[in-house]
């Protein structure tokens, strides 16, 4: 594919543009900022990060098929190398490749934020609207002041749809993603306390999330979840500014557009669901490749997207019943170690208390299907919880006995404060480190358990999926 040619690449950078070789003539295919990454034809931009400066891997990112090099200054041994075009600022040399994508790119771009679920709704839309068009969706979790202009600075003119995942941390890092991408819907998954340390309170976790409205063309839509506290008040933060932005809502609310009625588990991995757009008198159902209820309640997202900005609304539904949940967010793995037959549940890409309860209920309705199973957690640390780190953990409690857990495998220094609130039968084992439980983990475990693993990016419970897939 050729994505950038060399005449547009000037084009577009002719004011970061320090120096480039009039030999270089090939067609670039892809951005890359990490030299690791194999490539044919990719031009990579070396950014200075905290640990790691990219200029120091120019050797490595040629091996790996780069053709080309963006770079703020040029090491000894590449003097002279036609390869490299010498910019004044390779940060702001990506952004404004990002810029210049967005700028020429005549789709639809599609944004979603939220504290729970972008990543997943990302991958759902993804599935659907390649039915509508040629669609182009971030990759994995570039989601941040990095891998969104990264993203951008990767889609084609010639795709119908984008769809970009933002993320934050912080007050203010969502506005210049939005701002940049230009989307015609804004998503908001929902607002709960996740990454709630760096914050103030949770409303202004809802205001940062509501700042995805800020680059949200004129006539463009708002898709927020009627069924979250904050909904008025994001409600209003969307309906803000000079440009007129239309507001669609879903939820179980009577009042949400998209209205959630009911779901009818059919098996281990597929439901029926049955829901009203806009008070319609007919219900719309269709099937879906996940009894996961979080999972469910987001597909409503799709469907007001397909509603919104789709070509078929028909053929997106249908392929709704083929999501493939991605890696570490639920995902079900059928597996035999040692004998047993486990089924695992990888949840381990991250956690918050709300993603937390919602995997808990999800048990729930998977031992319907298998109710001879045991259903065991092996759950870690949830972090950047600040102050109410404690309070939160322990909040668990409730729901792992209102779902009926079975046993419980505790993993890091705040699931400790568990220890007390479950009885004794229930706690299997408390670790400091997850790869602890991994080592441990086989000999507490029955034929036909099923097995749930979570915890935080930081505390690393993935390495407990592997363990019992790979070793």
């Known amino acids: 594919m050729n994505l950038w040619k060399i005449n547009d690449l000037k084009s577009a950078l002719k004011n970061d543009i320090i120096t480039i070789s009039s030999s270089l003539k090939s067609e670039v295919s892809e951005i890359v900022i990490d030299s690791r990454k194999k490539t044919i034809s990719g031009l990579f931009v070396a950014i200075k990060g905290e640990h790691n400066d990219g200029h120091d891997f120019l050797e490595q990112v040629f091996e790996n098929g780069a053709i080309a090099a963006l770079v703020e200054k040029i090491p000894s041994k590449f003097e002279n190398d036609p390869r490299l075009i ?60 990095f891998g969104l202009p990264l993203s951008l600075a990767n889609l084609s003119a010639d795709y119908d749809y984008g769809i970009f995942e933002m993320g934050m941390n912080h007050l203010g890092e969502i506005e210049p ?25 949770e ?34 933060k969307a309906a803000q500014g000079n440009n007129f932005h239309q507001i669609t809502t879903f939820g179980s609310k009577e009042t949400s557009n998209i209205r959630l009625y009911t779901i009818e588990n059919i098996d281990i991995n597929h439901s029926k669901v049955s829901l009203r757009i806009n008070s319609a008198k007919d219900q719309i159902s269709y099937v879906i490749n996940s009894i996961n ?11 007001a997207c397909l509603k919104l900005i789709g070509k078929s609304f028909e053929d997106g539904l249908l392929a709704l019943s083929k999501l493939e949940t991605p890696k570490g967010r639920g995902n079900i793995i059928k597996t035999n170690k040692n004998n047993l037959n486990l089924t695992i549940i990888d949840d381990s890409y991250n956690a918050n208390l709300s993603s937390m ?28 919880m600040g102050v109410v780190a404690k309070s939160e953990h322990q909040a668990i409690a409730h729901y792992i006995l209102e779902n009926k857990i079975d046993g419980v495998f505790l993993v890091g220094e705040m ?41 935080s990016r930081g505390t690393r419970m993935d390495k407990i999926v592997d363990k019992l897939i790979n070793n």
């Open 86 to 145: 010498l910019v004044k600022n390779s940060i702001h040399t990506l952004e404004n490749l990002a810029i210049a994508a967005r700028n020429r790119f005549q789709g639809k771009i599609i944004a979603v934020t939220g504290s729970v679920g972008k990543t997943s709704v990302k991958e759902m839309l993804r599935t659907v609207f390649s039915t509508q068009g040629k669609t182009f969706a971030t990759i994995g979790n570039l989601n941040n002041h």
């Open 415 to 455: 699931m400790a404060e568990l220890i007390p609130l479950l009885p004794k039968e229930k706690i299997l084992a408390h670790f400091n480190k997850s790869s602890e439980l991994a080592e441990n983990l086989l000999s507490s475990l029955q034929d036909n358990d099923i097995l749930f693993v979570k915890g």
């Open 203 to 236: 409303e202004e976790i809802a205001l940062a999330k509501s700042e995805i409205f800020s680059g949200l063309l004129s006539g463009g839509f708002a898709i927020i979840n009627n069924d979250n506290k904050h909904i008025e008040f994001l409600k209003t």
């Open 177 to 201: 993603l939005s701002k940049m991408a230009k989307p015609h819907v804004a998503i908001i998954t929902t607002v709960t306390s996740a990454h709630i340390g760096n914050f103030k309170n």
């Open 293 to 303: 209820e979080a999972t469910i309640c987001n597909s409503l997202i799709v469907v």
């Open 357 to 384: 309860v919602a995997g808990l209920k999800f048990l729930s309705n998977l031992k319907n299907f298998q109710p001879n199973s045991r259903i065991i957690i092996a759950i870690g640390d949830m972090l950047e």
